[in-house]
């Protein structure tokens, strides 16, 4: 009986892994312009679009309309939505997307998936206005990108070409 002989292994030379950049959104022009740059000004990057289903405590409000049982479903339905349309809107940018939804605090879900995807980058729209609300989301991203170890870029819609505020 002859023997076969067994092939040498060819060791091909490592791809590096591609960068993975997450961009958290909500269904907001700003959010769209930080799809766009994403998709647009880094290239052969896998890009997460996240959308973040903060903890909502329906009987807190006052509105009845609320403390229906469709409330939470209706809220997820809507955010699949919105994530199927930054999918089509990032693909027809040429990128490689993927969707992610979040069930947790905005901080939280992005430290989270940017462990989870190893990312190398997080782009955010800047928060509407300089209120409370919009300092608040400036410290929220300055803690999470120092959190995940993942460096944050913040798209400022009044900088882009034809934006408008």
Do not use: C
Not at 32 to 56: I, K, N, S
Not at 74 to 79: D, I, K, P, Q, T
């Amino acid at each position: 009986m002859s023997e076969v002989p067994t092939p040498t292994p060819i060791d091909a030379p490592e791809r590096p892994a591609r960068p993975t950049v997450i961009v958290p959104v909500d269904d907001s022009e700003r959010s769209r312009r930080a799809v766009v740059t994403a998709a647009t000004e880094f290239d052969d990057v896998e890009l997460v679009v996240l959308y973040v289903l903060e903890p909502y405590v329906a009987m807190s409000v006052t509105e009845p309309a609320v403390w229906d049982d469709e409330f939470a479903p209706r809220r997820e339905r809507e955010a699949k939505r919105v994530l199927e349309d930054y999918r089509d809107l990032a693909a027809s940018h040429g990128a490689d997307v993927r969707t992610e939804l979040a069930r947790e605090t905005q901080t939280r879900a992005i430290i989270n998936a940017s462990e989870k995807f190893g990312a190398d980058r997080a782009i955010v729209a800047r928060p509407r206005g300089t209120g409370f609300r919009g300092k608040l989301t400036n410290l929220l991203l300055e803690i999470a990108g120092k959190r995940a170890l993942t460096s944050v870029t913040i798209v400022d819609p009044r900088n882009a070409e034809g934006a408008s505020d």
